[in-house]
């Protein structure tokens, strides 16, 4: 039996990876303890989207935390080494939050790792381990870089090599840089070393904005679906920070899936890449509010907050040439105006049915 584990496997981009790989697996494992509305409130409930993964046949939901060691290592003992591939999703997202408990926030992002990195040594050491990663891990780094700015956006300067693509790999670790950041970087460097060290089959990918129609987006993370969503209700978005001109590459979940499902094919052991939508999916808030006005014909009502967030660069655009490289079956399939569109599908349809307050469910800190 081959059987694929996911954790996270409620949210947007574990949700994604069970529906894509449940074709493809004779079994999909899925964990998620819920925790995601403890962090954000009802508005970062992932109920429904848990509800709608399980009502795929081959797919057995499992309410643990990665923080629970021992559970873990049962659940893995369970299956084995008919465990083929491990999709680690599971995480703390949110830099505020991390801000007010930054030892809960580490043991959740580097422990929790882990912990799931050791349950695949013991018990499925030849499985396939993708790890998403951030590129929170590069802290403020990319504002040192030469920018010029714009009537609607923060640029890189043309004459930099970075301008045409994004930013590459060989971009240097450093600058100021959240909790969040820092626990992501450990889960990172850790799981780098399960692979040198240790000879575990694992590969780390640094996500940029990663976003998509069943995104529960609230003010401290998921900026494209929590604008929408306010727009959807009528609601005041904030726009914190740089006047609204700082700049991030939009991927959509399914095609970050497709990144896990080419390395699976065809794994490079500790190889690092960068997971975005690159320059032909990027824009700044303003921009973003207008494309989704011109789209929609629906008014989004915003107001400026002048502070900016601690360590939020002004321009970050992801180039995957690296990855497409090494694996060239691989494209993004969806552009920022249909992302935008099925976001916007989606909170129409929750706004209507109710489904946005499913949940009444707890997870511990």
Known sequence: MDVVVVTGSAGLVGGEAVRALASRFDLVVGVDNGMRRYLFGPAGSVADNLADVERIPNYRHHRMDVRDESALTALFGEYGSDVRLVVHTAGQPSDEWA??????????????????????????????????????????????????????????????????????????????????????????????????????????????????????????????????????????????GHGGKQVRDVLDARDLVEMFWQFYLEPRPGEVYHAGGGRERSTSILELIARYEHLTGQEVPFEHVPEHRFADVRCWITDTRKFRHDYPAWQPAHDLSDILRSVHEHWVDADMTGVDDLSDSTATP
């Not at 018990?123 to 891990?137: D, E, F, Q």
């Not at 890189?156 to 950041?181: K, M, Q, V, Y």
């Not at 996500?207 to 959807?232: K, M, P």
Request: a neutral charge; aromatic letters at 6%; hydrophobic letters at 40%.
């Open 99 to 240: 801000a007010d408990r930054p030892v809960v926030d580490l043991k959740v992002n580097a422990v929790g790792t882990m912990n799931v990195l050791e349950a695949v040594r013991r018990h499925c050491p030849s499985a396939v381990v993708v790890l998403t990663s951030t590129t929170k891990v590069y802290g403020d780094v990319s504002d040192s870089l030469p920018l010029v700015e714009t009537d609607t956006r923060w640029e890189i300067d043309p004459a930099h090599p970075f301008h045409e693509h994004g930013i590459d790999e060989s971009i240097r670790l450093g600058g100021n840089r959240t909790f969040a950041g820092v626990s992501k970087l450990a889960a990172d460097l850790a799981a780098q070393s399960y692979a040198g060290l240790l000879g575990l089959r694992v590969g780390v990918f640094r996500c940029g904005s990663v976003t998509g129609a069943r995104h529960a987006g609230v003010e401290q993370n998921g900026f494209l679906s929590h604008l929408v969503r306010s727009a959807v209700r009528g609601a005041t978005f904030p726009v914190i």
